[in-house]
């Protein structure tokens, strides 16, 4: 009923499997060991660093790491507070009359429309029940 392959396994002798790496290929041999006190745990196996790559840093090396990453998000923090403080220093003032208070230069066409674009509109009161959705329509395109 079983085969020799079978018999194979079954007395530890796993042929390499090509596609996987040389570590993951000599655990596998070790889990299927004819001895079970040879054999790994199931929690030894889940903490296996072959299954852990990033999982074989010391605590004091995540401790490194993360201070790094602090201090350059920082470094970046500050640098975009002093590129903000740039954009600002260097954009006048405008008010709503079109004329810069510092220059005395008129608005770039962009500054117009970013201002129009701000600008409040009054809202429309009415309501669905005072709307005729069909003007405009025929019955040609009410069908379709």
């Not at 007395?11 to 596609?19: E, I, Q, S």
Request: charged share 30%; hydrophobic share 30%; with cysteine.
């Amino acid at each position: 009923m079983n085969g020799p392959e079978w018999h194979d396994i079954r007395d530890g002798k796993l042929p390499d499997l090509p596609n996987l790496s040389r570590e993951f290929n000599q655990l596998l041999k070790k889990m299927v060991d004819p001895d079970p006190a040879q054999r790994p745990s199931a929690a030894r196996i889940r903490r296996h660093p072959l299954l852990h790559p990033g999982g074989n840093k010391s605590k004091a090396q995540l401790r490194r790491e993360l201070k790094v990453a602090r201090m350059e998000n920082e470094f970046l923090a500050k640098k975009l507070q002093e590129a903000s403080k740039c954009i600002k220093s260097l954009t006048p003032r405008v008010p709503a009359g079109g004329v810069a208070q510092e220059s005395g230069k008129y608005l770039t066409r962009s500054a117009k429309r970013l201002q129009s674009a701000t600008k409040p509109t009054r809202a429309s009161r009415k309501t669905d029940a005072d709307m005729d959705f069909t003007k405009g329509c025929n019955k040609k395109n009410i069908m379709t």
